[in-house]
Each structure stands twice: as C-alpha cells, then as structure tokens.
T-cell receptor
Framework: SQELEQSPQSLIVQEGKNLTINCTSS?????LYWYKQKYGEGLIFLMM?????EEKSHEKITAKLDEKKQQSSLHITASQPSHAGIYLC????????????????FGQGTILTVHP | EPEVTQTPSHQVTQMGQEVILRCVPI?????FYWYRQILGQKVEFLVS????????KSEIFDDQFSVERPDGSNFTLKIRSTKLEDSAMYFC????????????FGPGTRLTVT
C-alpha cells in the first residue's frame, strides 16, 4: 500500500506562475522533508517540518504541514526555469521506542517543468 | 558550506564481484544512512548507522550488504557479491541531533552491474 503519495505526478507551468505540490501520508508523521532532485543527481535538501501547522519558507518556496501531521504542501511563487526538477517528499516516522533514527520513506516524486 | 561527498561517482562491475561505495558525511553529524534509487523508481532506505552500529535496516539490506565507519570520516557500503538487480544510484546521507533533524544527501554513486 502507498504510505506516502504525491500529487500531481507531473506539472508543466509557464514561467511566473504559482504552483502547489501535495504530499499525503497514510500515517501520522514525526517529520516531513522536502527535497529537489535533478535527473540522475543527488537530493538537495529544501525544508523539514515537524510541528503540526508549521510553515517554512526559503526564497520563493513555502512548505506547510497540516495540524494532523499527515499532509504537506509545497508552494512555489512566481516559478522560474531554475525551479524545474523532481520534488520529493520524505516521511520520518517514530520508531517503536518513540524516537526516530531518521529513516525516510519517499513519495514517487513530482516532475516540474517550467517553460520560459 | 559543508556537504556529503561520495566516491566514485560511477562504478561498473561484473556480477558476483564485490564493490565498496564510499562516503564522507558532514563532519559534526552523528547519524549516517544509505539509500538507493533504481532507475525510474522511488528512493528506498537501506540502513541507518549510529554510535558505530546499525540502528535500523530495511528488508533490502540482506547479508550481501554491510556498512562500516573505518575511521572518523569515512562511511562505507559494501556489497559482497553483486547482482544485476543491485544496479542503482546509491545515496549516502547524514544528520545531526539534537539541534537539527535535517538530513543531507550526497551526490550519489551510480552502480552498474553487468
């Protein structure tokens, strides 16, 4: 069963447009991570959210975690070609002892294309 | 800015051969990880390592895999007898606690088993 689902799977936007990518978990999260990946390359850390209702921003990218800590959204304002890539959400869940060793479970990714 | 580094960037090996993938985590980090991504698929967790021992491992991480921190800087993943299905991108990651749970990934090693 899908533990972490991203939507949409792909997104094509015109430069300057706003966009949102969603990440939904079937279980309560300890932490939610957003990464950007260029095809065939490493994962670039964007943001990590841990508290219900938390919102973080970095440049034109804003990520939010809902109060129930099961859904997160990534919003890009005034998109640019440099934002193109694959956006991945990763879930960190508490282990049996109530702590986390940081094992991340990833969604399938959202492929973002930005046309100039 | 500190970063996770990995070597080699690309490794080609024959089936049945042993390979060692190397990583240098960020220097003040305490938790270390290996993940893999088969072409076109999700990034999958393999193993986490803390305080010189494995803290968690996935079903993928069977007896053919092992990890080691041979000195104060390197973190290695060894595959004893490679199979065709081991072909993937292997990512090392590291994290520091308790001030931050941010987990940083290296650029990856592309392993091709022929």
């Amino acid at each position: 069963s899908q533990e972490l689902e991203q939507s949409p799977q792909s997104l094509i936007v015109q430069e300057g447009k706003n966009l949102t990518i969603n990440c939904t978990s079937s279980k309560t999260l300890y932490g939610l991570y957003w990464y950007k990946q260029k095809y065939g390359e490493g994962l670039i850390f964007l943001m990590m959210l841990q508290k219900g209702g938390e919102e973080k921003s970095h440049e034109k990218i804003t990520a939010k975690l809902d109060e129930k800590k099961q859904q997160s959204s990534l919003h890009i304002t005034a998109s640019q070609p440099s934002h193109a890539g694959i956006y991945l959400c990763g879930a960190d869940r508490k282990g049996a002892g109530g702590t986390s060793y940081g094992k991340l479970t990833f969604g399938q990714g959202t492929i973002l294309t930005v046309h100039p | 800015e500190p970063e996770v580094t990995q070597t080699p960037s690309h490794q080609v090996t024959q089936m049945g051969q042993e390979v060692i993938l190397r990583c240098v985590p960020i220097s003040n980090h305490l938790y270390f990880y290996w993940y893999r991504q088969i072409l076109g698929q999700k990034v999958e967790f393999l193993v986490s390592f803390y305080n010189n021992e494995i803290s968690e491992k996935s079903e993928i991480f069977d007896d053919q895999f092992s990890v080691e921190r041979p000195d104060g800087s390197n973190f290695t993943l060894k595959i004893r007898s490679t199979k065709l299905e081991d072909s993937a991108m292997y990512f090392c990651a590291s994290r520091t606690v308790p001030t931050s749970y941010e987990q940083y990934f290296g650029p990856g090693t592309r392993l091709t088993v022929t």
